[in-house]
Structures are given as C-alpha cells and as structure tokens.
C-alpha cells in the first residue's frame, strides 16, 4: 500500500485546511483509513479514522480533542480520505500523517503509512 498525503500548510487560528491522502495498492473500499499527529516533542496520536462496515455508511471515529470541529471522509472513486479542519488551534499544529488501519477495541493501530504533512496554527 501506498500512501500519499497534502494539504497542510500555515494558518491562522480559527481558521480551516482540507488534508488528502491518496492511496494505490489494495482494496480501498474495504480499508479502514485514518490519520493521526505527532506535535514536536510528543508521541504520535490518533486523530480520526473511518472504516468500511460492510455497507453504507462508513462509521468515523476521532480523537475527544478533534470531535466536532474535524471531519474525516473518503472517495472510494478517487482512493482518497480526506480531514477536514476548521477551527484551527495552535495545539493542532503538528506533521498529520494518514495511514491505512486496524481497530484493536478502542485503539487505532496504523499498518501502513504515509508520509507527513506539516499542519502549522499561528495564533
């Protein structure tokens, strides 16, 4: 699997940025996706996936600290997930890295990864 992330970028607090992750190299539709961050000096953390449920819809999960101010979305026709943003915090600033994934519970583990992109907030 091949993953390959963009979109992040500088913005201001308050403000909104789309992510996109494309992949190649299986069944997209069946893959659960997800992403997660990693600010400096922290460990990465799970921020938001979505996964197939044998049907429509898809069910998304995020991160307390995400919930209701990021979405996550895909578009099986383009092999794409999406993140999208809004109401930016300086504590958000991180590299965002997608990555197709697994559920373990309540935990998100990634399997394969992508490579990060840079989200900056100024406050």
């Known amino acids: 699997v091949q993953l390959q992330a963009s979109g992040g970028g500088l913005v201001q607090a308050g403000g909104s940025l789309r992510l996109s992750c494309a992949a190649s190299?299986?069944?997209?539709?069946?893959?659960?996706m997800g992403w997660f961050r990693q600010a400096p000096g922290k460990e990465r953390e799970f921020v938001a996936s979505?996964?197939?449920?044998?049907?429509?819809?898809?069910?998304?999960y995020y991160a307390d600290s995400v919930k209701g101010r990021f979405t996550i979305s895909r578009d099986n026709a383009k092999n794409t997930v999406y993140l999208q943003m809004n109401s930016l915090k300086p504590e958000d600033t991180a590299v965002y890295y997608c990555?197709?994934?697994?559920?373990?519970?309540?935990?998100?583990?990634?399997?394969?990864w992508g490579q990060g992109t840079l989200v900056t907030v100024s406050s």
């Open positions: 979505i996964r197939w449920s044998g049907g429509m819809p898809y069910y998304a």
């Open positions: 990555a197709a994934v697994s559920q373990y519970g309540s935990s998100w583990s990634g399997d394969y």
């Open positions: 190299g299986r069944t997209f539709s069946r893959t659960g």
